[in-house]
């Protein structure tokens, strides 16, 4: 294996543990939509904070979105449009934390190829070797609008997407200057140095939810996201089987399907669930909710409408992700059943992501006990001034 593979493979995406963990979204209001006064804000002292407690757990990853502008129409003030860009944020991520994967989101209508490559391959070398690349369709259309691209057609939107990533990825192995002429880019001796670290480049990760998308995860994805549509193993596991499967019949490779999924944790199960009433519905945000919706609904293909509505609590919680609600051996056993359904990992959220993890801890051994993760010895984290505790808003 050459240096640079063997760089890939050290990538902790690519690690042993049946059961990988990650954190989503703490360069932005994490993923509730909640008016409690305790709800993740990001300043960059939390930022940092939340990365170093879930790098000390031994957390794989932590994965920063992209939102250019918040989703409630006229209000650029909303907590849906606090969100600090993906890629100089794990650039800054990337130096406090030792040993957890960086990974940035990108949608293809925001930023030129030529300009995402050099990027990340910059925070490859940062990260010595930890970035990965979200690609996304997106569906906020207000915000592609911004760029002055008009939002393309649900599946138009993938090949853009498939050409800008293809571009990309020679970039990042390719030696020689190469031409390219396609249907969106026209791109002249390309060439981009330096490589990133890991070759043949950073993990590629992609949450189509449709057809097309899953599809375009087969084919170029090392991690592929899926949204549970039922809370039940039996129907999660073919739902997984078929991803894979899928992957390995028409494109020939092996990928791994994670999902998201909020976490709520308690000294007892009624607690918990009292609480999860509490920030999801009691104190929901309700026209963030109503903008969501409409738009999730109107751009992806993840849901039917009858299950949009349904989804209520599930979006306020946690951006309709899973739930991780009860007593710590509730969590863990629930994860165990999530592993034996096929998945490989879970993005974990909170409403106070340092509360939650502080409370993870209790979660860690008995993952362990379980098989599901290796005992985990973390250096300790580098030291790093957090004078910002300020962000523009809130
Ligand atoms: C883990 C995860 C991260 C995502 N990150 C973003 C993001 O940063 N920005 C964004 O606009 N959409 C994001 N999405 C949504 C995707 O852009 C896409 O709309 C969704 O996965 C639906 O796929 P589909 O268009 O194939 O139906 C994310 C989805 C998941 C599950």
Redesign the pocket.
Known sequence: MSAAASIRSRNPLFGANRMKLGI??TNGKGAAQTLVPEAYRPSWKASVETAQLADHLGFEAV?????WKGYIAGQPRHASGVTLD?FTWCAGIAQATRHMTVIA???APTLHPITAAKQCATIDIISDGRFAL?V?????KP?LEMFGAAMAE?DA??DHLQEWLEIIQRLWREEDEFDHGGRFFHVKRGSSMPKPLQQPGPPI??????????R?ACEFADVC???LRSEDPAEIAPQIAAYKEMARRDYGREVQV???AYCVQRETRAEAEDYLEHFAVRNEDGPSLDAWTAG?GG????LSPEALGAFRKRFAAG???SGLVGTAEDIAARLEQLSEAGLDGV?LTWVDFTDGLRRFGDVMPLLEARGLRAPFRSLSPPVLATAGNRSAIG
């Open positions: 989503f979204g994965l920063a979105y992209a939102r993906p989101t990108s949608h979200n996304v369709g997106g569906w906020n915000e649900h939107r993938y990760v992609n949450a189509g939810g449709s057809d097309r998308g899953q375009f996201f899926l949204i994670w999902t998201y999730v751009q992806t293909k993840i951006a309709g992700g993005l």
